[in-house]
């Protein structure tokens, strides 16, 4: 059977013991924070084993795509080495909530493997805890298994979620791969060998572990298992290796036509196979490469697949060519690596080209650090400077130390990350946050859709310097917590609200509004009087500020809409910041977004707006959300009711409890101002709306007359205008730089002259007057052409600015290293400088020390040559 039939039949088995198929969630998990990334099948069932969400089916089986690459499991490391470590696997699972148990667990298990797969009864092994004489029984007595292939074990039989929740005992399935595989059975001496494999985990959740160790049980045991595709397929195909499974040749064939490696047995290739899917699906659900989190994963994979692609001698871009062979073989499961295929490829073909840069310039550092290596152990120090400064990463700088038989100072490298930690950490700036008071506040009441001022409310908690208090004086600053309230209290990108609160006695301005569990603190200052827990308060919140944010949060969700439709299905938000002046959106995205799209993408936005169509907000629950296609945030929290916001009769359909216009045509313009990039793979763009909209034109307008007045030309020739002085200000630069060039080397056969014979060999140290680094490269070239077997060391002074450059004819560079003279040079004059053995740059910023460094040269070529 091949992997796709394998799947079916598992899903199409689980239906007709009357469970639900659900589909694979995404790699990113959407209700665990503790999560890199879904490394299990129940993840996406773990809020229903909690008891903290139902579902319309108490059984489910699915075939779950996970990813094991970082944070508590993690298999990278082992990937290509054994036969069955992955980053990337499938699990297929059936799961019950509170409805079968272990005896049917047992028997569907059982069941499907000996009848449907047809395994032979007599090459299974099963496992149990050694306290569960009840799923003993069920094995031996009921299902047959015979005492000679059954094992009780302690810890490998028992699973739980973490240090407190679910738990259980579990039951494990082995595959018996026969007696000329070496090993032993489970529980054994040699029992973590090759011959007997684990292919399926029944858990049996029965029990909740208190945070005292006490084992408390369930009242709704349930029940979860786990099969890894892979490793059912290599036993179905008769192979004892992952690697040698229909799946993974096609890929490794395709591996190995991308690199030019002939060798299917090589461990680079299976390296490949095993990254393209793990990458792949990565990006398909939003992943894109970054240098924290879940990117810097993603980075790190991909970088290791193209770093095994050049130990095959591949030095060109060939990992994103991949792509198309993984979606012949996984697409009809996966249809996303379909649809998103052209846009994996091109997030994978830039990273190659950027790493090959990175590549280059980290292997020139670390190159000149081995040269001066003293010992068998690369600095700690050097691998930070080549991950934080060049980017190079750490596990690639250890490979390469592993291929010379190198070591890494770890110790070292771990000391100057976490100084660079602790220096991030004094960076940081915090201020009073009333939001950590820690305290149990009176929830309150939010009326602030429908109205701008309320005339009573009730002052149930009063916040100074983050403690509760029963009263506020006139002059203090502080939180009031009210009973019922109109100012929106910031969330979702959305500011608070500014106004005021207003009594008898009291004046109140309110500067910000906030949250704390349900409870909205007003943050401000009371101007006059004084407030008393209970005290009735009218609350005025400041409309024209109010109506300006409205503008741009409604502008957000349109321009989110129209950067999908633009860009591409993978945008995401990544985070926005709504106030009345302006709107700010962060998106993941791969490259700069082009000229050409923003005006696309404006256009669009516009185009929503002039429709002028009604805004419509709607509670549901989140199953009737997703059903209207309303896009969610990863990792947020949504309660049992959400608020679905629709805009252009469905062009936007989002989750948001914020603040809105009745009609897009409210917003009345929108005008992008920037777009950025303010981390690897997420873009800023920013925007203004209305009035705001409005002024930016008239100062642009402003801007073109003041430029065509300044280049005495009509507004419709300034491009024209601007072209002409561009084109003669190059011109100029041209000459200049040649006329630099011709300062350097005027009267060459009077430098010649200067040059010392050292053995043979002509040694010219001098400082160029009015030369630049470039002319200095051009004359130490000239000069190493008419001198012959030579060393050239030229300096030029600019200001407190000094350059160097050092040259040596190719012939003399086995004896004497323009690199190491440079690194001799450059630190007397307070710098420091480096490069190739024959040609080599530098700088410092001590011309004092210039003249010394240069009379130091012909001292230091012989002490080389002796």
């Not at 899903?11 to 924070?33: A, M």
């Not at 007359?705 to 300044?710: I, L, Q, T, Y």
């Amino acid at each position: 059977m091949k992997s796709a039939e394998i799947r079916d039949a598992f899903l199409q088995y689980f239906e007709k013991q009357g469970h639900t198929t659900v589909p694979s969630s995404s790699l990113i998990p959407g209700n665990d924070p503790t999560l890199l990334f879904t490394n299990a099948g129940m993840v996406q069932f773990k809020d229903v084993f909690l008891g903290d969400e139902k579902r319309p089916y108490n059984r489910a089986a699915s075939s779950q795509r996970c990813v094991r690459a970082g944070g508590k499991h993690n298999d990278l490391e082992n990937v290509g080495y054994t036969a069955r470590h992955h980053t990337f696997f499938e699990m297929l699972g059936n799961f019950s909530f509170g409805d079968y148990f272990k005896r049917d667990a047992i028997r569907f298990a059982w069941e499907f493997l000996t009848q449907v797969l047809e395994l032979r009864p007599e090459r299974l092994w099963v496992t149990v805890h050694i306290s569960d004489d009840e799923a003993a029984d069920i094995w031996q007595k009921e299902i047959g298994v015979s005492p000679e292939r059954f094992s009780r074990l302690d810890e490998d039989n028992f699973w739980q979620m973490g240090d407190t929740g679910p738990c259980g005992p579990s039951s494990e399935i082995f595959y018996d791969h026969g007696e000329d595989v070496p090993g032993g059975p489970p529980g054994s001496d040699n029992d973590d060998l090759d011959r007997y494999i684990e292919i399926w985990n029944l858990v049996f959740m029965q029990y909740e572990r208190q945070s005292n160790g006490e084992l408390k049980p369930l009242p709704n045991p349930s029940i979860d298992t786990g099969m890894g595709l892979e490793r059912i397929a290599a036993v179905m195909q008769g192979v004892h290796n992952n690697y040698d499974i229909d799946l993974f040749q096609h890929l490794l064939k395709a591996a190995a036509a991308a690199t030019g490696c002939t060798d299917l047995e090589q461990k680079s290739l299976r390296v490949i196979a095993d990254h393209i899917r793990s990458c792949a699906f990565l990006i398909s659900d939003g992943v894109l490469p970054s240098n924290e989190g879940r990117g810097y994963v993603l980075r790190r994979i991909i970088r290791r697949a193209i770093r095994h692609g050049h130990k095959l001698g591949q030095s060109q871009t060939f990992f994103h060519t991949l792509v198309p062979a993984l979606a012949e073989v996984m697409g009809d499961a996966y249809p996303e690596l379909r649809s998103q295929q052209a846009q994996i490829q091109k997030v994978l073909l830039l990273e190659e080209e950027q790493f090959a840069k990175t590549l280059d310039k980290g292997m020139v550092v670390l190159e000149d650090a081995l040269a001066q290596l003293q010992g068998n152990e690369i600095p700690g120090e050097v691998a930070f400077t080549l991950y934080d400064t060049y980017g190079f990463p750490f596990d690639l700088t250890n490979d390469i130390a592993r291929e010379r038989n190198l070591s890494i100072d770890l110790a070292g490298y771990e000391q100057a990350m976490e100084a660079q930690r602790a220096r991030a950490r004094a960076a940081g700036t915090f201020k009073t946050d009333y939001t950590a008071a820690g305290l149990d506040l009176p929830a309150t009441e939010f009326l602030g859709y429908s109205h701008l001022t309320i005339e009573q409310g009730e002052v149930v908690a009063l916040l100074k310097d983050g403690n509760q208090v029963d009263r506020l004086e006139e002059g203090e600053h502080g939180a009031v917590v009210l009973n019922r309230t109109p100012f929106y209290a910031e969330s979702g990108g959305q500011i608070g609200d500014s106004g005021y609160l207003l009594g008898k006695n009291a004046r109140f301005e309110v500067r910000d509004c906030a949250k704390q569990g349900q409870a909205h603190l007003h943050i401000g200052h009371l101007l006059g009087g004084s407030l008393a827990v209970g005290d009735s308060l009218a609350a005025e919140v400041d409309a024209s500020v109010r109506g300006a944010t409205a503008l741009n949060h409604s502008a957000t969700h349109l321009l989110h809409a129209a950067l999908r439709e633009v860009l591409g299905t993978h945008v995401t938000q990544k985070g926005s910041l709504v106030d009345s002046e302006r709107l700010r959106f962060d998106f993941s995205h791969f490259e700069a977004v082009k000229p050409e799209e923003i005006r696309a993408i404006e256009a669009l936005v516009n185009d929503q707006i002039r429709a002028n169509t009604s805004v419509q907000t709607e509670l549901c629950d989140m199953d009737t959300a997703r059903e209207k296609g309303a896009l969610a945030l990863f990792g947020e929290k949504y309660g049992d009711e959400v608020r679905v916001l629709t805009m252009g009769d469905g062009f936007s359909v989002e989750l948001c409890g914020g603040t809105h216009v009745q009609r897009t045509g409210d917003i009345g313009l929108l005008r992008i101002t920037s777009e950025s990039g303010i981390a690897s793979g997420v873009r800023r763009i920013e925007a203004v709306t209305g009035a705001r909209a409005l002024a930016l034109f008239d100062q642009l307008e402003t801007l073109v007359d003041e430029a065509a007045r300044s280049l005495k030309t009509r507004r419709s020739e300034l491009p024209e205008k601007l072209q002409q002085l561009i084109t003669q200000n190059r011109k100029l630069e041209k000459d200049l730089e040649s006329l630099k060039a011709k300062l350097a080397t005027a009267g060459s056969g009077d430098l010649l002259s200067e040059a010392k014979d050292v053995a043979g060999i002509k040694v010219l140290a001098l400082h160029l007057e009015g030369a630049d680094a470039k002319s200095l490269r051009d004359s130490v070239d000239q000069l190493k052409n008419k001198l012959g077997s030579s060393v050239v060391a030229l300096a030029a002074v600019d200001g407190d600015k000094v350059a160097l450059v050092t040259g040596v004819s190719k012939d003399v560079t086995d004896r004497v290293k323009a690199g190491e003279l440079m690194r001799h040079l450059a630190p007397q004059v307070g710098g420091k400088g480096g490069g190739r053995p024959d040609m080599a740059q530098g700088g410092g910023t001590d011309p004092t020390g210039l003249d010394a460094a240069l009379a130091s040269v012909v001292p230091w070529v012989q002490e080389q040559l002796q």
